[in-house]
């Protein structure tokens, strides 16, 4: 069984900077991406930074790219987003999923296993 916990969320003005953590526990192998997603009140779902765990190779939106950084620490089994120059539209819901869609993929359908979730709140 797959278990991913997020923390790091909390609200902060623009420009600003937050990191979330995901802790993730289960059988996930070199072959799983693993990565963060976002909802915002209204919006689906969407894919925001994934990394192949294999090669630590990683993959961004193109709405985030140079503001965020995503990272793995494998002797911890944790997952992180740095977020940088924070915006009020970065507000969301922020989940982080593992799984094995085949190939880079944002699509959050690809993706088996979800955590319960950190708010971010980026107020102007």
């Known amino acids: 069984q797959v278990q991913l916990v997020e923390s790091g969320g909390g609200s902060v003005q623009a420009g600003g900077s937050l990191r979330l953590s995901c802790v993730f526990s289960g059988y996930i192998d070199g072959g799983y991406f693993i990565g963060w997603f976002r909802q915002a009140p209204g919006k689906e779902r969407e894919g925001v930074a994934v990394?192949?765990?294999?090669?630590?190779?990683?993959y961004y939106d193109d709405s985030v790219k140079g503001r965020f950084t995503v990272s793995q620490d494998n002797g911890k089994n944790t997952l992180y987003l740095q977020m940088n120059s924070l915006k009020p539209e970065d507000t969301a819901m922020y989940y982080c999923a593992a799984g094995r869609p085949g190939r880079w993929s944002l699509e959050p359908r690809s993706y088996n296993y979800w955590g319960q979730g950190t708010q971010v709140a980026v107020s102007s």
């Open positions: 990394i192949y765990l294999g090669a630590g190779s990683t």
